[in-house]
């Protein structure tokens, strides 16, 4: 069952389904390859399958065919050493709010066992790295901006430096402005960083831009995977009228 | 004869029956709660479990105390000695808010919040010691609080069977129809229960999340 881990190819779907104990399918057959330091956005509506295709791949959810991260199954895989190296970003952070920024941030490495110097240092890189002054690194996320407590999410994934990053609607619950600071920062990061990145959203716009493929999910189905360029163009009418739904938003203002 | 002027006479053995009211609600906080927070976390652990361990508990709750005072008497080694007894029954009725809270507390942890620890590579010890029962504590706490002020008014029944406590008073004062008598155990009892109200609400108040 396992394949040589073919350079390039950080995770794998093999015709993966998933479903609800009622019966009910979110996922089905789904083949994915993602690349290695791609970000790859899983674009759908809501309830189309996005954050369960997330969720399969740190074993949130239990696969019922193979997910291939790193040449291996996840099934195979220590649940918890998987898990560690793959980084999570959730919409409103889901940071712990009986921890300080500081501990937050630093709870990877901890549950690692680095030294407490390695980590303090390491938390400060993390706050420069995400833009916030190292002053917050004492309070608790809820003195904190929507914006700041979404950074500090980035910087608490991003703390062990993990070669993949799971990102479902990071940025959903932000303003606009805040949402495409933001959106610009992740593009900087990511040119540094070239991480495996998969990113759930719905918004279109999140998707051209910071794709580098955009996958389109509809009721549990892959249906394209295309460059965000292709992608604009593309005459697959589902595609198409997903684009389109987006055009008419931009140049038809309401009155 | 006024009420005060009989607790200032008698001193030293309302002093005796509060200490002994004391130790009978302590000693059985303490067995309760090393039975009860365990079983609250087991049950969120095992949702099966759930439905019996808390319909136990409850059914425990509906018996009438003086019943259950009656039914452990038979009860060997237990039923051998009255504090034994009165221990047991306190116990057993302390169960059910403790295991309900610490339950409902540790659900009622955001979900995203303990899911984002999972998804860090978080074990489930990890996830609970550090994350859900820290966020649930003022809720456990807040069971802690009812279990005890609960404790403190049924540990007056407990000297039916002879175990002693303020209840000593009341009962006799019963017997003798006198209203000082009854008040000499009615109002230590009462004003127990005040203090461990708001000593468990200030302990609560401090360690719940803001």
């Known amino acids: ?255 | 004869m006024n009420f005060w002027q009989f607790i200032v006479q008698n001193h030293t053995e309302v002093l005796e029956l509060t200490w002994e009211h004391i130790s009978l609600v302590g000693i059985s906080m303490l067995i309760a709660v090393l039975i009860g927070i365990p079983l609250g976390i087991l049950i969120t652990r095992w949702p099966a479990l759930n439905k019996p361990v808390l319909g136990g508990a409850n059914i425990i709750q509906t018996i009438p105390s003086l019943a259950l005072f009656g039914f452990l008497l038979p009860v060997p080694w237990i039923g051998a000695r009255a504090g034994r007894l009165a221990v047991l029954a306190l116990t057993l009725y302390a169960l059910l808010p403790l295991i309900r809270n610490t339950y409902t507390g540790i659900r009622g942890v955001d979900r995203a919040v303990v899911e984002a620890g999972r998804a860090m590579g978080m074990t489930d010890r990890q996830l609970l010691f550090q994350v859900e029962l820290p966020l649930a504590l003022g809720v456990i706490i807040a069971g802690v609080r009812i279990a005890t002020v609960l404790s403190v008014g049924l540990a007056t029944i407990a000297a039916a069977i002879g175990a002693g406590g303020l209840g000593e008073f009341i009962f006799r004062g019963l017997a003798m129809v006198s209203d000082q008598l009854i008040l000499a155990g009615a109002v230590p009892a009462a004003a127990l229960a005040l203090v461990a109200d708001l000593g468990l609400g200030w302990v609560e108040k401090r360690l719940s999340p803001q």
């Open chain 1, 1 to 255: 069952m396992n394949s040589s881990p073919r350079d390039g190819v950080a995770i794998e779907f093999r015709n993966v389904s998933y479903c609800l104990d009622g019966g009910r399918e979110l996922l089905s057959q789904l083949n994915l390859e993602i690349l290695r330091g791609e970000t790859l956005v899983l674009l759908g509506r809501s309830g189309s399958g996005k954050t369960t295709t997330l969720k399969l791949i740190n074993r949130l959810l239990a696969p019922t065919a193979d997910v291939v991260v790193d040449g291996r199954p996840t099934t195979t895989w220590d649940v918890i050493r998987l898990r560690r190296m793959i980084g999570y970003v959730i919409q409103d952070a889901g940071l712990f709010p009986h921890f300080t920024v500081e501990r937050n941030i630093g709870l990877v490495p901890k549950l690692e066992k680095w030294t407490a110097e390695r980590i303090q240092k390491r938390v400060e890189e993390l706050l420069q790295l995400v833009g916030l002054d190292h002053q917050i690194a004492s309070r608790y996320p809820r003195e904190l901006s929507g914006g700041q407590r979404q950074r500090v999410g980035v910087a608490r994934a991003l703390a062990a430096d993990p070669p993949i990053l799971l990102m479902d609607e990071p940025f959903g619950a932000l303003d606009p402005i805040t949402r495409a600071e933001l959106q610009r920062e992740f593009q900087a990061l990511q040119m540094r960083l070239q991480k495996t990145v998969v990113f759930v959203t719905h918004d279109m716009r999140e998707a051209l831009l910071l794709g580098t493929r955009i996958a389109l999910i509809e009721a549990g189905r892959l249906v394209a995977l295309n460059t965000p360029q292709a992608f604009l163009h593309s005459k697959d009418p589902l595609v198409a009228s997903y684009v389109d739904a987006f055009r008419t938003d931009l140049t038809t203002p309401r009155n």
